[in-house]
Nanobody, 120 residues
Framework: QVQLVESGGGLVQPGGSLRLSCVAS?????????MGWYRQAPGKERESVAL??????MYANSVRGRFTISTDNTKNTMYLQMNNLKPEDTAVYYC??????????????WGQGTLVTVSS
């Protein structure tokens, strides 16, 4: 069973930066998984922030140009670099890994969430 452990959240002022990390353990074929970051703000549904798959990267319009998703395959770790943070970025951020292993079955894992608070 794949396990994801997140870190890097915290309290920052508007315009500040944070880097979130998501370390995957018990994972087979790290670079074969679709990976992504999601977030959920109070009173709102979970939304996609940044995704990475075989086709490249995708970003939500609200974060494009400010956030960057990346991986270090030697460490089985995914990152989200967040620059020029805004109050509306305040949310619990979750990492997610997905993999289709057969025509009938897929695997999915979620991190425990890390809180990002952007406030002056």
């Amino acid at each position: 069973q794949v396990q994801l452990v997140e870190s890097g959240g915290g309290l920052v002022q508007p315009g500040g930066s944070l880097r979130l990390s998501c370390v995957a353990s018990n994972i087979r074929g790290f670079n074969r998984w679709t990976m992504g970051w999601y977030r959920q703000a109070p009173g709102k549904e979970r939304e996609s922030v940044a995704l990475l798959n075989g086709g490249g990267t995708m970003y939500a319009n609200s974060v494009r140009g400010r956030f960057t998703i990346s991986t270090d395959n030697t460490k089985n770790t995914m990152y989200l670099q967040m620059n020029n943070l805004k109050p509306e970025d305040t949310a619990v951020y979750y990492c997610n890994f997905k993999r289709q292993v057969s025509i009938e079955a897929g695997l999915e894992a979620w991190g425990q969430g890390t809180l990002v608070t952007v406030s002056s």
